[in-house]
């Protein structure tokens, strides 16, 4: 099992449709998840955190499931600049383990169309 | 304030070449980490450096070897570049879990390493 799996996509959606990615996570160990965007050649920038509880900021909802260990993104009405590739990220070690071991799922990209 | 700035933004060499990529942090960020992506691929953790230190290291060959300067700014060198090292490596900083960092991480906007 990979450490950090996601659909690559893309997720062709239209204007104002509400979309979801799934990520999946192999270390049951693992505290810390992220959820980062990617624009095309551009680099990495942290969207939100995903606490134990889900967490809600604006349009986006993130939320953990530690017993079936995957996470996922929730995008209600999506706007044309939502376009990006949404990078699921987890911390595998477990709590006081090493911060640097952050790993990046390959991505799933997205496309909001007119 | 300034972000994670990166040199050179591109970069040509040849096989067998050597390369050495710098790196910037923000202001009172002590940790650095490096990440290659390679077209097609999701980021690849290479090194990870705090206080100077190197802390963890990615599951890449000995030819990729960095460090940490005491302004906590850092290099990445890839001796004898092959074909495949051709990739976008991007550097972050963070403030480390002794600073009370969530462990948020701010990309550099990342130097593009072509080998020919």
């Known amino acids: 099992r990979k450490e950090v799996e996601q659909d690559p996509g893309p997720f062709n959606v239209p204007e104002g449709a509400t979309v979801a990615f799934n990520c999946t996570y192999s270390?049951?160990?693992?505290?810390?998840f992220f959820w980062y965007r990617q624009d095309c050649r551009k680099e990495p920038k942290l969207l939100m955190s995903?606490?134990?509880s889900g967490n809600e900021d604006g349009r986006f909802t993130a939320q953990l499931n530690r017993a079936s260990q995957y996470i996922s993104l929730l995008i209600r009405d999506s706007k044309l600049s939502d376009s990006a590739t949404y990078l699921c990220?987890?911390?595998?070690?477990?709590?006081?383990?090493?911060?640097?071991?952050?790993?990046f799922g390959k991505g799933t990209k997205l496309s909001v169309k007119p | 304030e300034a972000g994670v700035t990166q040199s050179p933004t591109h970069l040509i060499k040849t096989r067998g070449q050597q390369a050495t990529l710098r790196c910037s942090p923000i202001?009172?960020?002590?940790?650095v980490y490096w990440y290659q992506q390679a077209l097609g691929l999701g980021l690849q953790f290479l090194l990870w450096?705090?206080?100077?230190?190197?802390?963890n290291r990615g599951n890449f060959p000995p030819r990729f070897s960095g460090r940490q300067f005491p302004n906590y700014s850092s290099e990445l060198n890839v001796n004898a570049l092959e074909l495949e090292d051709s990739a976008l490596y991007l550097c972050?900083?963070?403030?480390?879990?002794?600073?009370?960092?969530?462990?948020?991480?701010?990309f550099g906007e990342g130097s593009r390493l072509t080998v020919l």
């Open positions: 972050a900083s963070s403030l480390s879990r002794r600073q009370g960092g969530t462990g948020e991480l701010f």
């Open positions: 270390n049951s160990a693992s505290q810390s």
């Open positions: 995903v606490y134990s």
């Open positions: 990220v987890v911390n595998m070690a477990g709590y006081g383990g090493s911060q640097g071991n952050l790993i």
């Open positions: 202001s009172g960020h002590t940790s």
């Open positions: 450096y705090d206080e100077g230190e190197e802390r």
